[in-house]
């Protein structure tokens, strides 16, 4: 198999194959991707770079992927259909970019199915997805683990008077997270006693999140700042990947409600050398350790949601997929093949597996609709983006109106563009974000201008068990 195969990548489109020395020809497969966001394009767009590809299958995908793979509409939930896609297009791997199927257990109805047995899916298990599908389960399991996180309570339906006493035991601020998935709606901080009451009220009483806020726990408030770390693992090994910082709130200066994302940065001048190997010794080594220690099988992408505290690192989150937008950050600065590292998962020799990464900085600008998160209007015609030369440009709110490409959805784009340092990179996204334009367009102004002041320090390079 692939060995130390990295595909080199200019922001002009130049690219070649390095250090790789087997016949390409004789390893390849056909994957299916299953998403439709700006990260499953940026997922489409590396898996397509792979010398162990075939062809690649999108579902649903958008207008930005069908330059990467075919785009192909299936039902997740009817089995039989997806059953009969995979075996007539003998799919080989199956790439799940969102938490929903995951949490679902799409992972569990393709691996019990006798006749997918040579089917590999990038992704856990139902009960490995737990860890993203219920923040009380999470929060135990690192409790059970001595992984560093925030104290926390849990409490139920019919549990509404004792969370608002503990509220008022507690000091302030707090954080009030729904249990299950909520679209990134499912937390709310305040440090006012009355409105977090009257968000108890609305979660536990009146149902505001549905079956996702039937439990809601209640954390100690940490102060610090916030960063994201990945890994890739085949449940007994792991390899770390690049690190992240997002932009969830939609103004400048971190100002008003929180989105799906902004923008990211990536290397973090923060998450240096030393912090990484705390995130790699005290986190993600203990997580997957813990993990094979409950007897849940875990295999694919982790996201760990992380707060530096005075240069220590405390989970606040873990998610069982890549982030968005952090993912057209990482990947365009994974230099090593995507696909051979899923390799290593079907294989189980992911420990034998390299990690290369550029040492360049990455900085991803989302443009989103104006209104957003709030109502957006859609169809507005899309332009610029021919012109765009010195940055990659990922859609995710995007459809065609004949052959016109228009909007969507809140989050429309991503430009991610490189830079020798933080700065450079910033200039350079700004300047292709600029070329594009559609009527509503809002990005934010100062996506890495506040990291820009933090020291500088070298990329931390990857870790692994």
Known sequence: MARRCSFVENNVGDARWEGCSFAAKDFRMNVLLIGGGGREHAMAWKIAQSSLLDELYVAPGNPGTVRHGRNVPLDLQDHKKLRAFLLDKRIRIVVVGPEGPLVDGLHDRIADDPELKDVTVIGPRKEGARLEGSKDFAKEFMFRHNIPTAAHRSFGKGQLQEAIEHIERSPAPYVLKADGLASGKG???????????????????????????????????????????????????????????????????????????????????????????????RVAAPTIRGLKKDGIPFSGFLFMG?????????????????????????????????????????????????????????????????????????????????LVREAYVFQSGTTMKGDQLVTAGGRVLTVTAFGKDLEQAIMSAQRSAALIEFQGRYLRPDIGFDLVKQPSTKAAPPVAR
Do not use: C, W
């Open 187 to 281: 937390v709310v901080i305040t440090s006012d006693k009355k409105e977090a009451a009257k968000v108890l009220k609305d979660m536990l009483q009146d149902g505001r999140f549905g079956a996702a806020g039937e439990r809601v726990v209640i954390e100690q408030f940490l102060k610090g700042i916030e960063v994201s770390a990945f890994l890739i693992t085949d449940g007994d090994s792991f390899k770390m990947l690049p690190a992240a910082k997002d932009y969830k709130r939609i103004g400048a200066g971190d100002t008003g409600p929180n989105t799906g994302g902004m923008g990211a940065v990536s290397p973090v001048p923060f998450a240096d050398r030393d912090f990484m190997q705390k995130v790699h010794d």
């Open 306 to 386: 992380l707060m530096n505290v005075n240069g220590e690192p405390y989970v606040i989150e873990y998610n069982v997929r890549l982030g968005d937008p952090e993912t057209q950050a990482i990947l365009p600065r994974l230099r090593s093949d995507l696909l051979d590292l899923f390799e290593g998962i079907a294989t189980a020799t992911l420990s034998e597996r390299h990690v290369d990464v550029d040492d360049r900085t990455a900085v991803s600008i989302v443009l989103a609709s104006e209104g957003y998160p709030g109502e957006y209007a859609t169809g507005a015609p899309i332009v610029g983006m021919e």
